[in-house]
């Protein structure tokens, strides 16, 4: 198995043979999931990065468009969907690659303490995420019962970028 160019291979324990087939479709699931969630990961920084270059484009149109007479329908609008895009598409990659605000000194505490520290930390962030994907996604469903949209010239659906939230959060 080659992950980031880094070789990992995946050793065995001596145990019964159904153990051991059981174990291996475990292992197995695992690492196709953990392939999928970084695929995943790395398809949302690249939506993330579309979405960042997408903004001062929409801006300067806007701003060049009131200076030759002319407006951009939705240009503000669209400019700030595409800063929720970058905060939310962006979240999985920015922490596989550590690059979130951490609190370091906990993590370079005793060796016990940083697991359960690293452990609480997961637990938590997995039911906060969870949460936040309900809410969320409930927003979503109102936005599509009630046809919710913005309120803008444009009347773009609601449900739209409220979507791209839940994807991200996902």
Known sequence: LR???KKFRFRRASSTACQEKRGGK?????VKFH????GLSFVGAILAVVAFLAMPFLVAGQVLGRTLGFSVAGAPEYASYSFAAVS?????????????IRVSFMLDGPRQLRRV?????HVLGTILIGYAVHIAWKGVGFSLKFNDISQGYDATPLWIPQL????GFV
């Not at 392939?35 to 970084?38: G, I, N, T």
């Not at 791209?164 to 994807?167: K, L, P, W, Y």
């Open 117 to 121: 520290a690293d452990l609480l930390a």
């Open 88 to 100: 939310f598409l962006g979240l999985s990659y920015a922490m596989k690659e550590y690059a979130h």
């Open 3 to 5: 992950i980031d160019g």
């Open 164 to 167: 791209v939230m839940v994807a």
């Open 26 to 30: 475990i292992r197995s699931f695992a």
């Open 35 to 38: 392939a999928m969630a970084e």
